[in-house]
């Protein structure tokens, strides 16, 4: 069932208001509710639901579950020959959850290829505070010291939720998402919600999947609130990496 008209949240409702993800709008594509709060409660509980915020400044807080869903199963990375030419080249590390606030910032920042950011400053303060409690994590990628690429998401249970990622530097995001999808892959990962579809995590190798479909595995895989806590601790080099 698709509603034609959106849920209104207020702040004080119980962060479990939302309605069935069944009842998203067509158009906009997965357009659910507005409102409510960036609460680290009510954020944890939406995307264990399959919903997540997207808007802009200005703009009440909207609330997405879009039909299909974009997601990347960590062993289905795909790893272009120009990246392994990368690979074995790169004078780069990876680090988990050193820089995280810099990894957002970059993330918010201008593109040549957009118009603004949705990534406003309400955003970064309630995934800073995500951060701060275990639940958001950063992948970074330097060379010489200096911030080239990175991924900044929630993991909850076994789903890492993508919210965004950037570039400096030719590949740097793609080392970064390698990285991330070798470690969700050790320990045993449903997948990356990759949330809407786009050319490049085609590339990467994400898939389209219907929105009930998603669902059933985000059940499955996120049954409880549960932090994950075995990331590397120290920054690992890009030659490390094992594309397949």
């Given at each position: 069932?698709?509603?034609?008209r959106?849920?209104?949240?207020?702040?004080?409702?119980?962060?479990?208001?939302?309605?069935?993800?069944?009842?998203?709008?067509?158009?906009?594509?997965?357009?659910l509710?507005?409102?409510?709060?960036?609460?680290?409660e009510?954020?944890?509980?939406?995307?264990r639901?399959?919903i997540?915020?997207?808007?802009?400044?200005g703009?009440?807080?909207?609330?997405?579950?879009?039909?299909?869903?974009?997601?990347?199963?960590?062993?289905?990375?795909?790893?272009?020959?120009?990246?392994?030419?990368?690979?074995?080249?790169?004078?780069?590390?990876?680090?988990?959850n050193?820089?995280f606030?810099?990894?957002?910032?970059?993330?918010?920042?201008?593109?040549?290829?957009?118009?603004?950011t949705?990534?406003?400053?309400?955003?970064?303060?309630?995934?800073e505070?995500?951060?701060?409690?275990?639940?958001a994590?950063?992948?970074?990628?330097?060379e010489n010291?200096?911030?080239?690429?990175?991924?900044?998401?929630?993991?909850?249970?076994?789903?890492?939720?993508?919210?965004?990622?950037?570039s400096?530097?030719s590949?740097?995001?793609?080392?970064?998402?390698?990285?991330?999808?070798?470690?969700?892959?050790?320990?045993?990962?449903?997948?990356?919600?990759?949330q809407?579809?786009?050319?490049?995590?085609?590339?990467?190798?994400?898939?389209?999947?219907p929105?009930?479909?998603?669902?059933s595995?985000?059940?499955?895989?996120?049954?409880?609130?549960?932090?994950?806590?075995?990331?590397?601790?120290?920054?690992?080099?890009?030659?490390?990496?094992?594309?397949k």
């Amino acid at each position: 069932m698709n509603s034609n008209r959106v849920t209104w949240l207020d702040p004080g409702d119980p962060v479990d208001a939302f309605p069935n993800i069944s009842e998203a709008m067509q158009e906009p594509n997965g357009l659910l509710a507005a409102g409510g709060d960036l609460s680290s409660e009510r954020l944890l509980h939406a995307y264990r639901k399959g919903i997540f915020p997207w808007f802009d400044d200005g703009q009440p807080i909207l609330w997405w579950s879009p039909n299909p869903r974009c997601v990347l199963f960590p062993a289905d990375f795909n790893t272009s020959s120009r990246l392994r030419r990368s690979i074995a080249s790169a004078d780069a590390t990876i680090s988990i959850n050193q820089s995280f606030s810099e990894v957002i910032y970059a993330c918010a920042g201008p593109r040549r290829s957009e118009q603004g950011t949705w990534i406003t400053a309400d955003m970064i303060a309630a995934y800073e505070s995500l951060w701060a409690e275990g639940w958001a994590h950063s992948i970074e990628v330097r060379e010489n010291g200096d911030l080239t690429g990175g991924i900044y998401g929630l993991a909850i249970g076994r789903v890492f939720f993508g919210e965004s990622m950037f570039s400096r530097k030719s590949n740097a995001s793609k080392l970064a998402m390698l990285a991330l999808c070798q470690i969700l892959e050790e320990n045993d990962f449903a997948m990356i919600d990759c949330q809407v579809v786009s050319r490049h995590l085609v590339a990467l190798g994400a898939v389209s999947l219907p929105r009930v479909e998603f669902a059933s595995l985000l059940e499955l895989a996120c049954p409880s609130l549960t932090r994950f806590h075995h990331w590397p601790d120290s920054p690992v080099p890009v030659r490390d990496l094992r594309p397949k």
